[in-house]
């Protein structure tokens, strides 16, 4: 019996492997998003594969079937609890009996199908913290002998079915070793999936990241200013005479002034808001659906939250510079620019203070007012 069976298992593997890298290719994102979309489509494509698994395994006297359907069904344990592999591995362990249009002769097949369900699909529930299908660099490997266990209950019913023990012995350790084989080849397609995009995502949140304030850097910020809208506000904060801090007090020192200045602007903004580190000591702040006349105090509660950060002397404290802006129908790119240029005046006033361009379309672009401003300083010289 094994050896013609053995063709029949191994065209039943190779379905498994096809069908669950078509499963793997619903795994588009980490951590996965939430809603009920995405599981259901898992758990339909599953059911369709237990079906298939079925029909194109061999069918034995008593509608017994000797397939690999099972293996889906723990995937979808693991992953979604016993409720829902029980669920879509019903409808393969119930097909002979559809097929027969309710003759009992298929009876037999149906009672070991559904026997096999509820014992594989239990133990696996018993084990489904164990084999953590989200933990793809360690849960699989070291526990690598439950991937047996878990089907050694398999048609161990037929030894209750007339003639079945001679079935039963010819049979087993070749069906075993194939769910066992089937299970590590899916759950091996699973989790590396899984994997690369647990390490896609690491270094995605790496390259946007900036890992000494711990704010969003300036790529993330590119990426977020073209989904402002007009209602959104941009501020700008420069931290005053940062380079005499590190020329004074040496660069950690000043490392600790931009890590506490991060802290705090992530700790007091609302959460539609976001606070970015633009570069170097100057950071960036996108405060959403704000009014224009709470823009000024937004920007003056955070320069006296910055201000009011203790540090060990002789630093004590820090001021910062804020110039801001509100977005508006015109290009984002000139927000940007008359927030730079209410800092730049901030700056030239003395620093330690807050101002807020409004648009004003009769003022020429500020790479001009700038021009004009420097050459104007040269002349005064």
């Known amino acids: 019996m094994s050896l013609p069976l053995l063709p029949q298992l191994f065209m039943n593997f190779s379905v498994l492997v096809t069908l669950t890298f078509v499963l793997s290719l619903t795994y588009r994102s980490w951590p996965p998003p939430p809603g009920w979309h995405l599981k259901s489509l898992r758990l339909g494509l599953t059911l369709v594969s237990t079906v298939a698994l079925h029909l194109l395994s061999p069918s034995l006297p008593g509608g017994i079937h000797l397939d690999l359907s099972l293996v889906p069904v723990v995937m979808m344990v693991l992953r979604y609890g016993v409720g829902s592999g029980l669920l879509i591995g019903l409808p393969a362990a119930l097909l002979p009996l ?96 899984v994997s690369l995009l647990q390490s896609t995502d690491t270094y995605r949140e790496q390259a946007h990241r900036d890992a000494l304030s711990g704010l969003p850097n300036r790529r993330q910020f590119e990426l977020d200013l073209p989904f402002t809208t007009p209602g959104d506000a941009l501020l700008l904060i420069d931290v005053d005479h940062f380079k005499q801090v590190n020329d004074r007090f040496g660069h950690p020192v000043g490392d600790e002034v931009l890590r506490a200045i991060g802290e705090a602007l992530a700790g007091t903004l609302r959460g539609r808001d976001r606070a970015y580190r633009y570069g170097g000591e100057e950071f960036a702040v996108i405060l959403r659906r704000v009014s224009p006349e709470r823009i000024e105090e937004v920007a003056h509660r955070l320069r006296e939250l910055i201000a009011a950060i203790p540090f060990p002397a002789p630093l004590e404290h820090v001021t910062v510079s804020v110039g801001g802006a509100p977005f508006g129908p015109w290009s984002r790119t000139r927000t940007l620019w008359d927030a730079d240029e209410a800092l730049y005046r901030v700056k030239q006033e003395g620093r330690n203070g807050v101002r807020v361009n409004p648009f004003n379309p009769e003022r020429p672009p500020v790479p001009e007012r700038r021009a004009r401003t420097t050459c104007l300083e040269q002349l005064n010289r």
């Open 98 to 193: 559809l097929a027969a249009g309710g003759d009992a002769a298929p009876m037999p097949g149906v009672a070991l199908s559904l026997m096999n369900l509820l014992l594989v699909g239990g133990l696996t529930h018993l084990f489904r913290w164990t084999l953590d299908m989200s933990d793809p660099h360690g849960s699989l490997h070291r526990h690598a002998w439950v991937g047996a266990l878990i089907f050694v209950p398999y048609n161990l019913g037929l030894a209750l079915l007339p003639g079945g023990a001679d079935l039963l012995q010819s049979t087993y350790l070749l069906t075993l070793a194939f769910h066992v084989l089937g299970f590590w080849a899916a759950a091996s397609m699973i989790t590396g999936r």
